[in-house]
């Protein structure tokens, strides 16, 4: 019972911290099932050990390498578009950012995924390749396009040990084309970059007919513990070594993306029960919540 109620706890003060540190954040009854609060205990070594502010949006002079990206843009967007033009900013089987690619909102071109080998980066965009190894605290960079008329919603990205550099290089540049974060708005523009906590909730819109190619990075966030920062560096290569993809070939592909095309199916259906059995849904919803509560009861006891 002690154990349990150490559990309720934590899963209650994650809920306080979000909300503190936040002004803008989802109403409570869905941020109670939304997987953020189960991550801050996770995250809340990164934000005491942050070098960096634990604001929303950075400054870019914490991570002065980034400038080599800006003054460097106009190649790396070359190769975005010729990619783009040749249909490899694509959607893709990655589990973890499946919901965006529904109705072809979104699509990408992965670069480069800690060191798990992608061949087609190398070979397809060696010149941004050569930019983003000069910078050893990139492990994590892919080009994403956001199509015409299309949006990203309210989301929380899970991991604080990682602040989010985003390079803009064929936008719209226009006020219709922004990311929100926390509440605040931020526009598009070529060659300009974006530094900011993804953990915080954040949406993109683009409501103009032209897509939004940016790169989009994701960098270590500097921690006064070095066996801090090793630890979350081992877990973030080996988490993301289960859903790498190449851009070409799908065989080379981590073990969480190849099980996507079943995943999807099961949600397909969990959207059909809600739409057309809403009551049953929420049934099944709330006996699965009760199921894993039990189970971990018996195990801890």
Same mark, same amino acid.
């Given at each position: ?10 899963y209650f003060f ?5 909300? /503190?540190? !936040? ?32 604001? $929303? ?13 800006? @003054?460097? &843009?106009?190649?790396?967007?070359? *190769?975005?578009?010729?990619? %783009? *033009? ?9 589990l973890p950012a499946?919901? %965006?690619?529904?109705?072809?909102? &979104? ?8 060191? !798990? ?8 965009? #060696? ?14 960079? /892919? %080009?994403? !396009?956001?199509? #015409?008329?299309?949006?990203l919603k309210d ?19 226009? =006020? ?11 526009? &598009? ?13 954040? $949406?993109? @819109? ?8 940016? /790169? ?32 070409? =070939? $799908? ?13 999807? +199916? ?12 809403? $009551?049953?849904? +929420? ?5 699965? /919540? ?12």
């Open positions: 019972m002690y154990i349990l109620t150490v559990i309720l706890l934590v994650s809920i306080v911290i979000i909300r /503190l540190r !936040c002004k803008n954040f989802f109403k409570l009854r869905k941020q109670l099932s939304d997987f953020s609060v189960f991550m801050v205990p996770f995250n809340l070594p990164a934000y005491l050990l942050s070098k960096v502010p634990t604001t $929303s949006k950075i400054s870019a002079e914490y991570f002065p390498e980034l400038n080599e990206l800006e @003054h460097n &843009w106009e190649t790396i967007r070359d *190769e975005a578009l010729q990619l %783009f *033009e040749n249909g490899y900013i694509s959607i893709k089987e990655d499946s919901s %965006f690619y529904k109705d072809g909102r &979104w699509t990408s071109f992965y670069l480069k995924v800690y060191d !798990c080998d992608i061949p087609s980066a190398r070979e397809l965009a #060696p010149k941004t390749m050569e930019l983003l190894n000069r910078i050893p605290n990139i492990n994590l960079a /892919l %080009f994403a !396009c956001l199509n #015409p008329g299309r949006k989301h929380h990205d899970p991991f604080a040990y990682t602040v989010r550099y985003s390079l803009g290089l064929s936008t719209p540049n226009s =006020d219709k084309c922004a990311i929100v974060v926390d509440g605040d708005s931020y526009t &598009w523009e070529d060659g300009k970059g974006i530094l900011f906590d993804e953990t915080f909730l954040h $949406s993109t @819109h683009n409501e103009t007919d032209k897509p939004r190619i940016i /790169l989009m990075t994701d960098v270590d966030r500097p921690l006064k513990s070095t066996f801090i920062q090793k630890l979350y560096f081992m877990f973030g290569r080996f988490f993301n070594s289960f859903f790498y993809i190449d851009n070409v =070939d $799908s065989k080379k592909s981590g073990f969480g993306n190849k099980i996507t095309p079943y995943l999807n +199916k099961y949600r397909k259906f969990q959207k059909n029960l809600k739409h057309n059995h809403n $009551s049953v849904y +929420k049934l099944v919803k709330l006996g699965l /919540l009760i199921f894993f509560i039990f189970i971990i009861y018996i195990i801890l006891f």
